[in-house]
């Protein structure tokens, strides 16, 4: 029953280091986004894929790429990351055409970018 | 854009009591999905209710029940018979019904709420 499944937990980076924050669902969603979320002002809409093969800007997507590598996976790359970026990151999924079934989260991601 | 909006940062109930929490959003769409998270220190997020637009009767899960008042843009969650286990972050979320925009949430800024004994 694993549900959304992200990886890593937890990662420590220097400024200008690169990462990908990887994400996988096993429910056959259609749908799946990339959260994140800051003291005070909750979560925040990164990239999404409305569908296997295409992908979509969130609110704040500058210094964010995105792949959506398969129907499972969605994957977040920071390219040169920066203090700002440090956050906890949110993988979701849903089923996406079907509106009024919810979003299905993951653990989250703790990022930290000194 | 939508926008929702949390106007309580935190909130305190006495075990056993009954709590309710605010929540305010601003749209132009007369459909659409409003949830409430939890999300406790492990940090999942996990849904504790939903509410059609189009539904005039106010969702209920167990201890769990809303207030929805669509004129006034008002979602309010009532925790009655709180126990320990309640304490957590809670989120208020907004989905356009809209099919074509692939179910995005519109979070609020959340409401911090304590349990005590």
């Known amino acids: 029953n694993a549900g959304v499944t992200q990886t890593p937990k937890f990662q420590v980076l220097k400024t200008g280091q690169s990462m990908t924050l990887q994400c996988a669902q096993d429910?056959?969603?259609?749908?799946m986004y990339w959260y994140r979320q800051d003291p005070g002002m909750g979560l925040r809409l990164i990239y999404y894929?409305?569908?296997?093969?295409?992908?979509d800007k969130g609110e704040v997507p500058n210094g964010y790429n995105v792949s959506r590598l398969n129907k499972r996976e969605f994957s977040l790359r920071l390219e040169s990351a920066a203090p700002s970026q440090t956050s906890v990151y949110f993988c979701?999924?849903?089923?996406?055409?079907?509106?009024?079934?919810?979003?299905?989260f993951g653990d989250g991601t703790r990022l930290s970018i000194l | 854009a939508q926008t929702v909006t949390q106007s309580q940062p935190e909130m305190s109930v006495q075990e056993a009591e009954t709590v309710t929490l605010s929540c305010t959003y601003d749209?132009?769409?007369?459909?659409?999905?409003l949830f409430w998270y939890k999300q406790p220190p492990s940090r999942q997020m996990i849904l504790v209710i939903r509410?059609?637009?189009?539904?005039?009767q106010n969702a209920t899960e167990n201890r769990f029940s809303v207030n929805f008042q669509k004129a006034a843009k008002s979602f309010s969650l009532k925790i009655s018979d709180s126990q320990l286990g309640d304490a957590a972050m809670y989120f208020c979320?907004?989905?356009?019904?809209?099919?074509?925009?692939?179910?995005?949430?519109?979070f609020g800024t959340g409401t911090r709420l304590q349990v005590t004994l």
């Open positions: 509410q059609e637009a189009y539904k005039q």
């Open positions: 429910m056959n969603h259609n749908s």
């Open positions: 894929s409305a569908s296997e093969g295409t992908t």
């Open positions: 979320a907004y989905r356009s019904a809209d099919t074509g925009t692939a179910s995005k949430l519109t």
């Open positions: 979701a999924s849903s089923h996406g055409q079907l509106s009024n079934q919810p979003q299905h």
């Open positions: 749209t132009s769409e007369s459909d659409y999905y």
